[in-house]
């Protein structure tokens, strides 16, 4: 195969909690993770040479050994034996260090290109483990759709779809460390952590009221304190009809689900109209499997 094009989605975490820190500083997790229909295009292209070009829509991105589109790519190069040279265009429509794994996403997307386009036919598990060499996120990225995610965020067991609703994301116009995130989180006696269980249990049964009822993500109120615009865009979302609201990841992204599909156009249309969420405001649906 010559070329190929391929989607590479969003994800947002319905559940996210912190169990403990490791010895090689890794934290332990407890997510539950999801696809959305916002996503980012790659296209791929095999050339004569054997170099590794980028290109991207987004004039700040590394186009160089630092992009992970690019570590993927040469990742699966040396240990596959791909000597062919590889183009790749990359159409950002994913915010960028935002909690939504658009990097991660990447990864995953241009190791699925490489493995169809140079037909190796590698196994899930296979994709799996070269994907944990890139983040912990891209595992989940390969397999997408609903998922619990334990360890750190690599051991992976499939979820049934969630109950139907309308995905309304805003960024705000603020950057966050998910490093510094993680080493600001305080675990103690008094950690408040949110039930996870109880979400997959909402899931199961269908209900998206006892699904947003749980939400929950540990990291929120890290990610806040230093940013407490994620509570404004929450309250605004909760005043517009949203059934639940979280920030997602390590933020600063803020999701709500909406039952109602009229009340999350009225939503998305308020954030578009302010001047500080225009660009990173998307209504969008899940990314069921």
Do not use: W
């Amino acid at each position: 195969m010559k070329s190929l094009t391929v989607n590479s989605y969003a994800k947002i975490n319905l559940g996210l909690d912190v169990l403990g820190v490791l010895p090689n500083g890794y934290h332990t997790l407890k997510m539950i993770m999801q696809s959305v229909t916002l996503s980012d295009n790659l296209y791929f292209e095999k050339t004569s040479g054997s170099d590794i070009k980028l290109r991207t829509n987004l004039p700040y991105l590394p186009t160089n050994e630092k992009n992970i589109v690019y570590k993927a790519i040469a990742l699966f190069k040396e240990k596959y034996g791909v000597t062919d040279g590889i183009n790749c265009t990359i159409e950002k429509h994913i915010p960028v260090a935002a909690g939504l794994a658009g990097g991660s996403g990447n990864a995953a997307a241009a190791l699925k290109a490489m493995d169809t386009m140079f037909d190796t036919q590698l196994s899930a598990e296979e994709l799996a483990r070269d994907g944990l060499k890139l983040g912990a996120d891209v595992p989940y990225c390969l397999m997408g759709g609903t998922a619990l995610a334990e360890g750190i965020g690599d051991i992976l067991t499939p979820l049934p779809s969630p109950p139907s609703a309308k995905v309304l994301i805003v960024k705000p116009m603020v950057s966050v460390s998910t490093k510094e995130v993680y080493t600001s989180l305080d675990l103690n006696e008094n950690t408040i952590h949110p039930n996870i269980d109880a979400c997959i249990d909402a899931i199961k049964a269908g209900s998206l009221k006892d699904l947003c009822s749980n939400l929950g993500n540990v990291l929120e109120d890290v990610t806040v304190k230093l940013h407490p615009c994620i509570s404004d865009i929450k309250e605004k979302m909760l005043e517009t009809g949203a059934a639940g609201s979280l920030m997602s990841g390590s933020g600063p992204s803020v999701f709500g689900l909406f039952e109602d599909e009229t009340k999350a156009e009225t939503a998305y249309d308020l954030f578009k109209a302010m001047p500080e969420y225009t660009k990173n405001t998307f209504l969008c649906n899940f990314n069921l499997k």
